[in-house]
């Protein structure tokens, strides 16, 4: 009989574990334009310069990285979809990542690409998005080892992430 209650009660702190660990919760950025949906601590960062303001924020869950930036820049871009481009490219380049695969999409109106990368050196694979609305530029990054990317994680990643006016 007391297994039994001891094993109940170890299932259930178990289950109050998983549901802990895999509820989620939304953080708005009033000063970046954005929410997005998290299931662990954030960690936020700003950085100013005379030309934008950074606003960024990350979290892990489990073995992947998930990032968050959203540039306010102080004047709008004359060709949005050279902007576009050339984050994708600065990003690549950046992370020494050879690009898999590209396409154009829209999201609430705003122009962007989504991209998926691989970086050779250390065997991570990346998925990318870049939008552009107004004034601002977000960029949302996936990072985990080739192993442990997991697509439908960082498709809800995405499909969490809301531009706000």
Known sequence: M???ILGCVVWFCCLQIGIAQDTK????????KFS??????????????EN????RVAFRHQDMMFVVSSTHQKNKAND????????LK??????KASLL????????????ISASLKMEENGLLSAYRV??????????????????????EAKTFFDSFAILK
Do not use: C, W
């Open 52 to 55: 934008s303001t950074v606003y």
């Open 131 to 152: 939008y552009s609305k107004g004034l601002y530029l977000y960029q949302l990054m996936v990072f985990a080892k080739a192993e442990n990317f997991k697509p439908a």
């Open 2 to 4: 007391k297994k039994a």
């Open 25 to 32: 919760q939304t953080f708005t950025s009033e000063l970046g």
């Open 101 to 112: 695969s590209q396409k154009n999409m829209t999201l609430s109106g705003a122009k962007g």
């Open 90 to 95: 600065t990003f690549a380049e950046a992370t």
């Open 80 to 87: 949005i979809d050279v902007l576009l481009k050339t984050s």
């Open 36 to 49: 997005i949906a998290h299931q662990s601590e954030i960690r936020e960062s700003t950085k100013e310069n």
